[in-house]
């Protein structure tokens, strides 16, 4: 079964400084990963999908990569701002996908 | 092209009821899966329909069932509700070979069991 760990749990920061989000995942025979945004009592919204050949992958002020032996992949976002405050879950997949409980951000104005 | 759509969005209901979830697919994706987020926790896989057959199961008991439609939609039925099923529950939708099987997900569903 795969167990999937985010670090910190929570996090706030001042606008404007990097955020940089773990995950750690148990089974690394996986497709690919996703990480996503979750806002209080919402759905999930996609940031990133990296396939597993992949490293990296890059969206505006996200990027994320992926070490698929050591079962590891790792969120950043560049120069936060307030409207970064959320959940930030990743969650590996072979088809099915795992959750970890997620990072909380809040990002101060 | 729409996105993933849920109905209801809240719910409640009493103990040893039945519910029934409704999942609409975003356009082209022919697989949809159900997931559980109790609050605070991160979303567990319940089960996933592929062409209107189940394509894998997490852990929940029978009680927890499905059915995927030829336009691809989804239901998902729990009998005998317990307050443990009190939660969100989310349904995403994706296309096996399109896009690395990159999930996107509705807005979910709101249950609260008394």
């Known amino acids: 079964k795969q167990e999937v760990t985010q670090i910190p749990a929570a996090l706030s920061v001042p606008e404007g400084e990097n955020l940089v989000l773990n995950c750690s995942f148990t089974d690394s025979a996986i497709y690919n990963l996703q990480w996503f945004r979750q806002d209080p009592g919402k759905g999930l919204t996609s940031l990133l999908l990296i396939q597993s050949s992949q490293r990296e992958q890059t969206s505006g002020r996200l990027n994320a990569s992926l070490d698929k032996s050591s079962g590891r992949s790792t969120l950043y976002i560049a120069a936060s701002q307030p409207g970064d405050s959320a959940t930030y879950l990743c969650a590996p997949s072979r088809g099915q996908l795992s959750f970890g409980a997620g990072t909380t951000v809040t990002v101060r104005a | 092209e729409t996105g993933v759509t849920q109905s209801p969005t809240h719910l409640i209901k009493t103990r040893g009821q039945q519910v029934t979830l409704r999942c609409s697919s975003q356009s082209g994706h022919n697989t949809v899966s159900w997931y559980q987020q109790a609050l605070g926790q991160g979303p567990q896989f319940i089960f996933q329909y592929y062409r209107e057959e189940e394509n894998g199961r997490g852990n929940f008991p029978p009680r927890f069932s499905g059915l995927q439609f030829p336009n691809y939609s989804s239901e998902l039925n729990v009998n005998a509700l317990e307050l443990d099923d009190s939660a969100l529950y989310l349904c995403?939708?994706?296309?096996?070979?399109?896009?690395?099987?990159?999930?996107?997900f509705g807005p979910g569903t709101r249950l609260t069991v008394l």
């Open positions: 995403a939708s994706s296309s096996p070979g399109q896009g690395a099987d990159e999930q996107f």
